[in-house]
């Protein structure tokens, strides 16, 4: 079963920079359409960036002009470059993918999910 391996959040203080990976566990022939969500303490999950099929990025209104998505040079490998981060942004960061292009911040529209990684920053 394919699952995504998602590395690089961590502490940082207002301001600083941070970039996560994202990986498909196993080589796959098939295109997988990857998107970044998160989950702060207390609230429901968001999404966050995506890119459609023809390479181009979306991003949710908090992040934009902030936030980075791009996709690795292997295959189903995606990035999300976190720059200026604030308080607000704490929480956990899942990428999601699937084998249907979605074009959607909608979680259930996406069927893999990683475990997620941690990003906390301190003001």
């Known amino acids: 079963q394919v699952r995504l391996l998602e590395s690089g959040g961590g502490s940082v203080q207002a301001g600083g920079s941070l970039r996560l990976s994202c990986a498909v566990s196993r080589y796959s022939s098939s295109t997988y359409y990857m998107a970044w969500f998160r989950r702060a303490p207390g609230k429901e999950s968001e999404g966050v960036a995506f890119?459609?099929?023809?390479?181009?990025?979306t991003y949710a209104p908090s992040v934009k002009g902030r936030f980075t998505i791009s996709q690795g040079y292997f295959k189903n490998t995606l990035f999300l470059q976190m720059n200026n981060l604030a308080p607000e942004d704490t929480g956990m960061y899942y990428c999601?993918?699937?084998?249907?292009?979605?074009?959607?911040?909608?979680?259930?529209?996406?069927?893999?999910w990683g475990q997620g990684t941690q990003v906390t920053v301190s003001s």
């Open positions: 999601a993918a699937d084998l249907t292009e979605r074009r959607t911040f909608r979680a259930a529209d996406y069927s893999v």
């Open positions: 890119i459609d099929g023809k390479g181009y990025p």
